[in-house]
């Protein structure tokens, strides 16, 4: 299954690159819906990890069901479809209210790799949340650092 | 795989009421993030509907790849575990910037009924959308009606 998925997110990584090589002009309104979804998207991942990572932190009492729902999202979250979400034209470059670097679209994008290290990372953490609070801690670590290796490199500060 | 995500969905009604028999205090900044990620949610319901919906319409052109990958990610999107975001006290009597009513809270709710249609729906859609245009228009319907299973009797009108 693990494969499975890193094959479905290089897939994504593809469709962005073939997107990337068409003429490069979607619709205003396409591109619009395309940032509101992929935020969306973030906003669902950010809820999950508020449980998960509260509970590492201890700010949230550790309960099993609850942890292995939010991992079980998370690995919901990476399988979804997501290569319409990331549009030519969409960068901050282009755009207000993304900030999405143009990098990501460029031709030596690693964000194929990065989305594949955030699928690994929450498998590892569904297999992990579930067991008990000193595995779920020990599975936090690679989660954020997933996170990071997308936003660090292609999201603009917010500042 | 039907039954389980049927049960799955039921899991999710029973998570509601359980939640609404609590004390029914939840920190408001657990609710405004529970408010966010359901909106976020119904928005990648929003985001995928478009092409599948514009297929049908005949205002998109037909991509079998495009819509089975739309169609999967609505099988995904009902598959993720929702029982968080219904936070009790999280309906749009007691907060703003939701639509949400009451009624879902109430004994009588038939929210969990109504996740289970749009289980249905999303499935059936799944197994049309890659197929041609007329397997899609066929499954369209079924969807949009699932939808209003839930807006209908549980969200308030826009205006």
Redesign the interface.
């Known amino acids: 299954m693990r494969k499975t998925l890193v094959v479905t997110l290089a897939t994504v990584a593809i469709s962005v690159a073939a997107l990337a090589g068409a003429d490069g002009h979607a619709d205003p309104k396409q591109i619009e ?2 940032v ?2 992929r ?3 973030m ?2 991942y950010s ?2 990890l ?2 998960l990572g509260g509970m590492a932190k201890g700010e949230i009492a550790y309960d099993a069901e ?1 942890a292995g ?2 991992a ?2 998370l690995v ?2 990476v ?3 997501q ?2 979400y990331w549009l030519p034209g969409s960068d901050n470059a282009s755009i207000e209210n993304t900030r999405a670097l143009p990098a990501i679209w460029a031709a030596d994008s690693k964000v194929g790799e990065a989305a594949g290290a955030m699928v690994e990372a929450a498998m590892a953490m569904q297999a992990a949340a579930g067991t008990d609070l000193a595995a779920l801690q020990g599975a936090i670590g690679a989660v954020g650092e997933a996170c990071g290796g997308c936003h660090k490199p292609y999201r603009a500060s917010a500042n």
Do not use: C, E, V
Request: aromatic share 4%; no cysteine; net charge neutral.
């Open positions: 819906a395309a509101k979804a935020q969306a998207h906003q669902l809820f999950h508020a449980t609850a729902s939010a079980d999202a919901s979250l399988q979804l479809p290569g319409g």
